[in-house]
T-cell receptor, first 110, second 118 residues
Framework: KNEVEQSPQNLTAQEGEFITINCSYSVGISALHWLQQHPGGGIVSLFM???GKKKHGRLIATINIQEKHSSLHITASHPRDSAVYIC????????????FGQGTRLTINP | GAGVSQSPRYKVAKRGQDVALRCDPISGHVSLFWYQQALGQGPEFLTY????????KSGLPSDRFFAERPEGSVSTLKIQRTQQEDSAVYLCASSYRAGTGHVQETQYFGPGTRLLVL
């Protein structure tokens, strides 16, 4: 079993829909990242969380440390949001070594 | 300022060939990370530098993989005698501080080098 599990693996939605991507992890962590990867490979860091909730534009990320679970929400989704979204955690044991989920491929149709 | 850059962006190698992948981190960033991302998978940690010191190389899959950062800035990941299973995107990331203990620094990722071994 992977230390970081994401669901769903693939998600297709219509423009304007509210999107939720989930991340569950099995180890104690000091931080969790949500990353966005567009075709071509480049990765952009969206959020780094250790507790609570963060919001940036149409993106919202939440984390529940006790339940070892985080969610990424996209409001009013747009085709340009189409990308792979990756959850990565920093285990308490392991220095700066990020552990990644397998990613969620999101496609937003116009 | 400029972000993390990697070169080449694409590399096709014949099986058995040696390859060298370069990473230019953001100027002044202390920490540098290499990750390997197989097709359809999330990245996996390879190795980590703090300045010129390689503090963790536990993710390197075999002794054919070697990384260096001799002056604490540019890093090179070298793969000797490439095999087909080495085909992947190799990502480099850097962060400003060392991030000791539980302090996590945001990592800034480069565009990756896509390696295809035939």
């Amino acid at each position: 079993k992977n230390e970081v599990e994401q669901s769903p693996q693939n998600l297709t939605a219509q423009e304007g829909e509210f999107i939720t991507i989930n991340c569950s992890y099995s180890v104690g962590i000091s931080a969790l990242h949500w990353l966005q990867q567009h075709p071509g490979g480049g990765i952009v860091s969206l959020f780094m969380l250790s507790s609570g909730k963060k919001k940036h534009g149409r993106l919202i990320a939440t984390i529940n440390i006790q339940e070892k679970h985080s969610s990424l929400h996209i409001t009013a989704s747009h085709p340009r949001d189409s990308a792979v979204y990756i959850c990565a955690v920093l285990p308490i044991q392991g220095a700066q070594k990020l552990v990644f989920g397998q990613g969620t491929r999101l496609t937003i149709n116009p | 300022g400029a972000g993390v850059s990697q070169s080449p962006r694409y590399k096709v190698a014949k099986r058995g060939q040696d390859v060298a992948l370069r990473c230019d981190p953001i100027s002044g960033h202390v920490s540098l990370f290499w990750y390997q991302q197989a097709l359809g998978q999330g990245p996996e940690f390879l190795t980590y530098f703090q300045n010129e010191a390689q503090l963790d190389k536990s993710g390197l899959p075999s002794d054919r993989f070697f990384a260096e950062r001799p002056e604490g800035s540019v890093s090179t990941l070298k793969i000797q005698r490439t095999q087909q299973e080495d085909s992947a995107v190799y990502l480099c990331a850097s962060s400003y501080r060392a991030g000791t203990g539980h302090v996590q620094e945001t990592q800034y990722f480069g565009p990756g080098t896509r390696l295809l071994v035939l």
